[in-house]
């Protein structure tokens, strides 16, 4: 079955550096990849999607990689700041093999540190 | 635009008793879908809905039912509540990605917390 794995339960940084979370998956090559934030007792909220002939993708203090071979996405915020502080899911389709459903990681809680 | 409106927030429920957790969406939405979370297994697909009158199984159906009557509602229903459905469940539509519209950016509620004693 698919399987996606984020690097560590938590991640601590200070502020000003850049944080970077891990999404691996197994079993499958998703046409798409999304990455979310959920805040405590919130529902998670749409960050960003790379596109499996997508490379990278950039959104302000953000940026997505996605290296197929390796099944892999990286997540990097850049000069973070303490309102950053969350967890990020990373996501996959699995309408590729005929349904339409999207499954989840776990999640990286992040803290910057001020 | 609301975005996706689930009630009741909180719920309390004893072993046993029937419920419905319900979810509407104003976004004129084709997809829609129900996850619960737990502490440690990430969110996890119970059913979805890719429009009215189609349903279909995700990873965790079992003691759920859902139907799909209209575009903007998609209510799971429990029909016998075990402590085991204790979670907080996430309801979130989308475009249909298949379609010309969107690329399956998902929108969620706010969360159900329900707890079975």
């Known amino acids: 079955s698919q399987k996606i794995e984020q690097n560590s339960e938590a991640l601590n940084i200070q502020e000003g550096k850049t944080a970077t979370l891990t999404c691996n998956y197994t079993n499958y090559s998703p046409a798409y990849l999304q990455w979310y934030r959920q805040d405590p007792g919130r529902g998670p909220v749409f960050l960003l999607l790379i596109r499996e002939n997508e490379k990278e993708k950039r959104k302000e203090r953000l940026k997505v990689t996605f290296d197929t071979t390796l099944k892999q996405s990286l997540f990097h915020i850049t000069a973070s700041q303490p309102a950053d502080s969350a967890t990020y899911l990373c996501a996959l389709d699995l309408i590729a093999s005929g349904t339409y459903k999207y499954i989840f990681g776990t999640g990286t809680r992040l803290k910057v540190l001020a | 635009n609301a975005g996706v409106t689930q009630t009741p927030k909180f719920q309390v429920l004893k072993t046993g008793q029937s419920m419905t957790l319900q979810c509407a969406q104003d976004?004129?939405?084709?997809?829609m879908s129900w996850y619960r979370q737990d502490p440690g297994m990430g969110l996890r697909l119970i059913h979805y809905?890719?429009?009215?009158?189609?349903?279909d199984q995700g990873e965790v159906p079992n003691g759920y039912n859902v139907s799909r009557s209209t575009t903007e509602d998609f209510p799971l229903r429990l029909l016998s509540a075990a402590p085991s459905q204790t979670s907080v469940y996430f309801c979130a539509s989308s475009y249909s990605r298949w379609g010309a519209r969107g690329t399956g950016e998902l929108f969620f509620g706010e969360g159900s917390r329900l707890t079975v004693l």
């Open positions: 809905s890719v429009g009215a009158g189609i349903t």
């Open positions: 976004m004129n939405h084709e997809y």
